[in-house]
């Protein structure tokens, strides 16, 4: 019944997201329409989203979750506490270094994310 449960919240989270999602796409395409604006936009959010869906939904989480459930069973609660604040300092270290990286690499990872964007930054106002 737990294990229902806990299906259920992140269903319903999951669900939650994806409207939120939608949501937001309509309201920039209302307030912005197509343009350079909205361009700029989507290029600013790809990258933190395909980070996010990598950690938060994807592979990482897929694999840290079975290894901490194991993790639980043989250490304890106190131990598995103590893991968790480390892989979260950790995290927090990683992503702060991708984080200078990217700022950066900038206009390396604007070329990569998006090669049609212009060299020159324009004006958008």
């Known amino acids: 019944m737990n294990l229902l449960k806990s299906l259920a919240q992140v269903s319903s989270m999951t669900l939650f997201s994806r409207i939120l999602g939608f949501a937001r796409d309509a309201i920039v395409a209302r307030v912005f329409g197509a343009g350079m604006a909205t361009d700029a936009f989507f290029v600013a959010f790809k990258l933190p989203n395909l980070l996010r869906r990598i950690f938060a939904e994807g592979a990482f ?11 639980k069973n043989t250490q304890g609660e106190e131990a598995t506490r103590i893991f968790v604040s480390y892989i979260s300092g950790l995290l927090t270290l990683v992503l702060a ?9 900038a ?11 212009r ?7």
């Open 61 to 71: 989480s897929q694999a840290f979750v079975p290894i901490l459930a194991e993790y």
């Open 97 to 105: 270094i991708v984080t200078l990286l990217g700022m950066l690499a």
């Open 107 to 117: 206009p390396w990872v604007i070329y990569i994310t998006a090669p049609g964007l």
């Open 119 to 125: 060299i020159r930054p324009i004006n958008l106002r």
